[in-house]
């Protein structure tokens, strides 16, 4: 072989496996670490490497082997928890049961997580990295959802035969957006109360109702009166049979 060529890819040995396997693991057993210190303090307080460290029965130094700075570290624990949040909520988002069944599984999931979690939810939504960054994981979590109930709504506009004209089509997200954004600024101020008022399930229903009309107010004003308990599979089922004959 002549100098510098590159020669065949080498394929990592089971030794390098082993190792990054256990980076890995390491890595995430100091952000459980990090998430379980901050959950169990009241919201917002400041939680430090050493106390991570001590969680985990591991030297600070190997915390900072896998994480350069507090601002690294910091970031990787609000994805962590942004991302239980995100396993939560995307599978709530499906087509069985009724649109109002539908709304009340997705709010109620959320309002029940961030009413046992309290310190989580702060730390997810309102707390950035000293450097700024971190807004990024939060906009990808809402995205996330925003995109699951798009393609509901969609296939619900067409299967209840509402034409989405087009400038219906370019509003839906950013207006999924909005209220998915309501939904957390609601919840988070909920929670920064002295006296959490009112309870979790009756805030999840208030909330729930809220979306409904916003969905019901829209599909009425193009001509469509929803029926809240119709449940969606049996509508699809319907529009199928019709095809088929």
Do not use: N
Request: with cysteine; net charge negative; charged share 30%.
């Amino acid at each position: 072989m002549t100098r510098g060529s590159s020669g065949p890819a080498r394929t990592p040995d089971g030794r390098q496996t082993r190792w990054e396997e256990h980076k890995a693991a390491r890595r995430r057993q100091i952000l459980d670490a990090a998430v379980r210190i901050i959950d169990r303090e009241p919201p917002g307080t400041e939680f430090h490497v050493r106390e991570i460290a001590e969680e985990c029965g591991i030297g600070r130094p190997v915390v900072y082997r896998h994480f350069g700075d507090r601002d690294e570290l910091y970031r990787a624990v609000r994805g962590h928890v942004l991302a239980q949040v995100r396993e939560l909520l995307v599978p709530k988002v499906r087509l069985d049961g009724s649109i109002r069944e539908i709304i009340e599984r997705i709010v109620s999931a959320y309002v029940e997580w961030a009413a046992t979690h309290p310190a989580l939810h702060r730390f997810a939504e309102r707390e950035v990295a000293p450097s700024g960054d971190g807004d990024q994981d939060f906009e990808e979590t809402i995205k996330a959802l925003v995109d699951e109930v798009v393609t509901i709504i969609v296939l619900a506009a067409a299967v209840v035969g509402v034409e989405l004209s087009e400038d219906d089509q370019a509003s839906l997200e950013p207006l999924i957006f909005g209220v998915v954004g309501m939904a957390f600024a609601t919840v988070r101020a909920w929670l920064g109360r002295e006296v959490r008022d009112p309870s979790a399930a009756a805030l999840s229903s208030m909330l729930a109702q809220t979306i409904w009309w916003a969905i019901w107010g829209l599909a009425h004003d193009r001509g469509v009166d929803l029926d809240p308990d119709a449940p969606l599979e049996d509508m699809i089922a319907s529009v199928v049979a019709e095809l088929v004959d």
